[in-house]
């Protein structure tokens, strides 16, 4: 992950810790300005913004809100400025509709990666959201992507991981809970079979992606994860 990045649905952005971060004089460690130039998280429950907003100062990042998708943000306390700080913007919305995009999304375009976490389960229309996403990203640019799916079919070569899971079985069981696991887990579906989505749009260069089973019993049965990384044509 890296250049100019949007995050898609990043709740509290816990995913922050795992990029590369370099120590600075006082001992702190934060996100390489070297690596990350620009992040633009795009999250529409605003009832997370507090945390995300503290783990990206966790992280050594200047946070920004934009106030045209959120106007009657309050703007929590920030900590000083330093040299070389990584703009991060906070922005209120999502991908589903292309007519509906934030403009502060579409004015830092186009971006070096995109980046979904958790976060494709939850959208109204993954294949639109995903068009907008290959839209958004510059020539040559990454979808990096780890979503949590339907299991995949016995025999499944980009199955990683197996973990002796009845397969058959447990994709019926998440069928059968997913209407009201969508209710409860705001808006979360886990049958959707992200990764084949993914794959079958025009517009990428490459995808390339595996199946994992976590070994973790019951997330291995209702939430195996697709783990990938698409790259977006140059012509």
Excluded at 34 to 54: C, G, M, R
Aim: with cysteine; charged share 20%; aromatic share 8%.
């Amino acid at each position: 992950i890296s250049g100019n990045v949007l995050e898609l649905g990043p709740g509290f952005a816990e995913s922050l810790r795992f990029l590369t971060h370099v120590t600075i004089s006082d001992g702190s460690h934060v996100v390489d300005s070297n690596t990350i130039t620009s992040y633009t998280a795009l999250e529409p429950n605003v009832f997370l913004y507090d945390q995300l907003h503290k783990n990206a100062e966790t992280n050594g990042f200047c946070v920004e809100y934009d106030h045209k998708s959120y106007p009657n943000c309050k703007e929590l306390g920030t900590i000083p400025t330093r040299d070389n700080m990584v703009p991060f913007n906070i922005v209120r919305g999502t991908l589903d509709d292309p007519d509906n995009i934030p403009q502060c999304v579409l004015d830092n375009a186009p971006y070096d990666t995109v980046l979904t976490s958790f976060s494709l389960c939850t959208v109204k229309d993954p294949e639109a959201t995903i068009k907008n996403i290959i839209r958004l990203l510059k020539p040559g640019g990454a979808h990096v992507f780890i979503e949590h799916v339907r299991q995949p079919p016995p025999g499944d070569k980009r199955v990683t991981e197996d973990n002796n899971v009845n397969a058959v079985l447990w994709g019926k069981i998440q069928d059968w809970i997913t209407p009201l696991w969508s209710i409860i887990g705001h808006g979360c579906h886990v049958n959707r079979e992200t990764g084949e989505t993914i794959a079958k749009m025009e517009g990428w260069k490459s995808v390339e992606y595996k199946n994992v089973r976590p070994v973790i019993d019951l997330q291995s049965r209702i939430m195996p994860l697709s783990i990938g990384k698409a790259i977006k044509a140059t012509e």
